[in-house]
Every structure is written in structure tokens, then in C-alpha cells.
Nanobody
Framework: QVQLVESGGGLVQAGGSLRLSCAAS????????MGWYRQAPGSRRELVET???????NYADSVKGRFIISRDNAQITVYLEMNNLKPEDTALYYC?????????????WGQGTQVTVSS
């Protein structure tokens, strides 16, 4: 059983910053990638930023230059530093973990942490 526990969401004014954390625990092997997605009301879940085990980041154009992802491999924790937040960043942010290899991959999601940016 794999668990992802997110923290760090909250209410912030536009232009402010927040730092999200996601700690993974359980039977985790061969991490492929770890990162963040978000879903605003009435919208589909979308990629924010992910980090592969090889150090490659994938991110949405809307967060380029504002959000920074990092990972503590020893703690199996991923962080998302969010700067210059905008009202359109308001969403439920989900942690995502993909493990496995070429033939089998498993994907896990956290429960989500709310980020609200006021104008």
C-alpha cells in the first residue's frame, strides 16, 4: 500500500508564495516520476509540474518561471515552491507518483490540498 500525504496549501494574496509538500510512504520501488497536478472547479485535472527520477521536469507553460519542483530522495518527498501566485492558480493540488519499469507502471494520487489565491 502506498500513501501520499500532501500539505502546505492555503489562502494567499496574489503575488504571494506557498510551498506544497508531498510525502510518500509504503511499498515504493523504482520511482519513475513524482509531481503535482491541479484541478479547478469545472475544469479537468491538469499537469502542474513533475520530476522524473532522471531529473527531467515537465511543467505547464502557465507556471514556467514561477513554480519550482524539488525532491528529497531520502524522505521520498516532493516539494512545489509556488511564487508570484495568481488567482488562476486557485485549485485543488494533487500529488502524483508513478513507479515501475518498462512493462508495468503503477500510479498513485494524494487526496489533494487546496490552494486559493485572492486578487
Amino acid at each position: 500500500q502506498v500513501q501520499l500525504v500532501e500539505s502546505g496549501g492555503g489562502l494567499v494574496q496574489a503575488g504571494g508564495s506557498l510551498r506544497l509538500s508531498c510525502a510518500a510512504s509504503g511499498n515504493i520501488f523504482s520511482i519513475v516520476s513524482m509531481g503535482w497536478y491541479r484541478q479547478a472547479p469545472g475544469s479537468r485535472r491538469e499537469l502542474v509540474e513533475t520530476l522524473t527520477s532522471g531529473g527531467i521536469t515537465n511543467y505547464a507553460d502557465s507556471v514556467k518561471g514561477r513554480f519550482i519542483i524539488s525532491r528529497d530522495n531520502a524522505q521520498i518527498t516532493v516539494y512545489l515552491e509556488m511564487n508570484n501566485l495568481k488567482p488562476e492558480d486557485t485549485a485543488l493540488y494533487y500529488c502524483n507518483l508513478i513507479v515501475g519499469g518498462p512493462k508495468l507502471r503503477l500510479e498513485y494520487w494524494g487526496q489533494g490540498t487546496q490552494v486559493t489565491v485572492s486578487s
